[in-house]
């Protein structure tokens, strides 16, 4: 007997297809609704930052679906924060010093010019489906203008940005997502944290 797909399979196929095709993908995430492109596709990043009218100097994070591709990405991370991954009760962005051995070349706008990258790991089924159809990173931001409110449903989104996408996902359209963004927190060289947003 074949295996039931989940319900948001076709949506999250046609997400992939897009992304594939250096699109814009206007989705629910696990924290609030987001906008996503090929972390190594110049034009979608590029496209990000002209749907949110935002300023390039402000860098994407990076969604990724395994403890050994945050590695990758990531490889000093100190015990402390796999451990923070472990116990905290909601998602945790990262922030450290990009692998200069990392086997992707990024797109501008995904590394900052210390070097450092923001990276989040995901269990959402969905979240995890995207990454996996494109086989990189998945550059994320929330979906909102610059400086306007972040949107936590579907119909909180702008209309603009709705618009400007190239799909906009049909997954979780009516439900509450999260009231807030990703724990953000820095790691140094010497494995000090430092929270850059609580």
């Not at 797909?5 to 609704?33: C, F, I, M, Q, Y």
């Not at 949110?52 to 860098?59: A, D, V």
């Not at 509450?176 to 947003?197: C, K, P, T, Y």
Request: hydrophobic share 40%; proline share 6%.
């Amino acid at each position: 007997m074949a295996k039931k797909r989940p319900n948001w399979h076709s949506d999250a196929l046609n997400a992939v297809k897009t992304l594939r095709g250096e699109g814009v993908v206007l989705h629910a995430t696990d924290t609030v609704w987001g906008l996503a492109a090929d972390s190594t596709s110049e034009k979608g990043v590029d496209r990000i930052f002209d749907i949110k009218q935002r300023n390039r100097t402000e860098t994407l994070l990076m969604l990724v679906d395994s403890e050994g591709e945050l590695e990758h990405l990531l490889p000093h991370l100190p015990e402390a924060a796999w451990e923070l991954l472990e116990v905290s009760d909601r998602p945790v962005t990262l922030v450290g010093i990009l692998n200069p051995q990392c086997r992707y070349v990024f797109a501008p706008g995904m590394v900052r010019e210390d070097g450092s990258i923001a990276v989040r790991l995901v269990s959402d089924p969905y979240l995890a489906f995207m990454i996996a159809g494109i086989g990189r990173p998945l550059a994320s931001t929330s979906a909102n203008l610059a400086k306007q409110p972040t949107p936590r449903t579907f119909a909180e989104v702008n209309g603009e940005i709705v618009n400007a996408v190239d799909y906009p996902g049909e997954h979780k359209r009516t439900e509450l997502n999260s009231d807030q963004a990703s724990m953000m927190v820095h790691f140094d060289n010497e494995g000090r944290m430092r929270i850059l947003r609580s």
